[in-house]
Every structure is written in C-alpha cells, then in structure tokens.
C-alpha cells in the first residue's frame, strides 16, 4: 500500500499495526524503515511525464524507488533484532476495537471510519506542502538560499556539476515536489545528473514527509531513528541504482551528445 499510495501510508498502516497491537515495536520500526515510499502516480504521472516529459524516466525512477525500498527492507531486517517487545505491553486507545470484524451490520460504521481517516491524512498532506511552500518561500525571499548556493558552488564546481542543482537539492529536502520541479527545469546536456537528484529526492522524500511521519507515530512508542536511517539510505541507494541502469543500459541513456 506504501508503493501505491504513496507517502505517507505506509506510514500510517504500520503505525496502525502497533496501535492495534498486531505488530511489536520492533517489528513497526523495521516496516516504517522501508514502507513510506512515492506511489506510481506521482513518479511516473508527475515526475516522468509532467516534469521531464518522458514516461520511460518516470518508469525508471519508480523501478529504481522499489529496488532500493526492497534493499533497505532486507537491510533493516537486522533492527534489533536481538531485542523483543510483547505485543501485551501496549495499551491504546484502539484496544476497544482491535477484534472488531467486518459484517453488514457495521460495514457502514467501517466505511465511515475510513472516509473520515482518508479525508485526514489528504488535509494533512495538503497542509504541510502549503506550509514548506512558505518555507520556502522565506528561504527565498530573505537570501538564505542564495547563501547556500554561494557555499556549495565550489564543491559543486570541483565535482564537475552544474551550481544551478543546488538551489532544487536544497529546495528538495524540504519538499520534494518543488524540489524535483526545479531539478527537472535545469538544461544541461547530461540530463543523467538530473534523473540522479530526482532518484535521490524521491527515496528520502525531504522533511515535509518526514513531519508527516513523526505526526502520525507520536501517539506510539515508535522511533524515528530507524525512518530516518532508511530514508537517507533509500535516498542513496535509489540514485546510485539510477546511474547504474543508465550506464548499464544505453537505451535509457537521455545525455545530449
């Protein structure tokens, strides 16, 4: 559901789970590591098709987005796991519900319950990329993103890369939509670099998600540090698999020669 949905219902189920006591803490932390993932949607409609007008990048980038959310699940498998939390140490306010089965009689009560909860989550998302907009916006208008541009544009030099990046790196790890957009907007010859950055923000998903997250596992025992482990790491992990595929496979290669 993480992979469909997008962000941030993977999220949101896994901590479901251990509101509901299905799952140890252990075990939510591992799935909260690799499950928040960008739906199809938005990497391949979006990203692919809106942003770089060409659906084979969006393919690319969500295939690469998958094989290293899958990476990221095998490597978290090792999470403490010589640690374990009984399930009948947590007591939510879900304890009432937790055996409640679906029949006719309450599907109505379900359906409701789930409309109200989806409603939610949408004005959650939606409130958070209007507020990082205006973050934004500050950095923008105040100079702080030109200090950074200033800063990096040596390292940036060094490496080869083109300074006109950093201003959507530094936008993305905010929110990653206004990030990716202005990655996407930067014409260079090796569009390659681009798809890169794109990889990289898609996995992490910047600190917009990442309040999303933390907002919805504060009424849990759940930490962070294993979300924002993954993140970082699914972030890497997805732009190193995108370079290698368009190395590997030249007919996926955009550069301009």
Not at 17 to 44: D, H, M, Q, V
Not at 106 to 126: A, D, F, Q, R, Y
Not at 223 to 243: D, E, V
Request: glycine share 8%; charged share 10%; with cysteine.
């Amino acid at each position: 559901m993480g992979l469909i949905s997008g962000y941030p219902v993977g999220a949101k189920i896994a901590t479901n789970f251990r509101k509901n006591n299905i799952c140890s803490k252990e075990e939510c932390e591992r799935l909260l590591s690799f499950t928040n993932n960008s739906g199809p949607l938005f990497i391949i409609g979006t990203v692919g098709i809106s942003m770089f007008g060409n659906s084979t990048i969006g393919i690319l980038l969500f295939v690469t987005h998958l094989l290293a959310s899958i990476c990221v699940g095998m490597i978290f498998r090792f999470w403490k796991y010589k640690k374990k939390t009984y399930l009948t140490n947590v007591t939510t306010s879900f304890d009432d519900n937790k055996n409640k089965n679906v029949s006719i009689n309450n599907l109505g009560e379900v359906i409701s319950e789930s409309i109200t909860s989806s409603i939610s989550t949408i004005l959650m998302i939606g409130g958070f990329i209007v507020v990082f907009s205006a973050v934004i916006s500050i950095l923008n208008a105040s100079g702080i993103t030109k200090v950074v541009v200033l800063i990096l544009s040596p390292f940036f030099k060094m490496l080869n890369i083109d300074t006109s990046f950093i201003n959507g790196l530094f936008t993305g790890l905010f929110e990653i939509t206004n990030g990716i957009n202005l990655i996407s907007s930067v014409h260079v010859k090796s569009i390659s670099i681009n798809i890169v950055f794109t990889a990289f923000l898609l996995g992490f998903g910047g600190i917009s998600v990442l309040l999303q997250v933390l907002s919805i596992i504060s009424k849990t025992d759940l930490s962070a540090k294993p979300y924002i482990i993954g993140k970082l790491l699914h972030g890497c992990l997805s732009a190193f698999y995108t370079y290698i595929f368009m190395n590997v496979f030249p007919f996926i290669n955009f550069d301009l020669h």
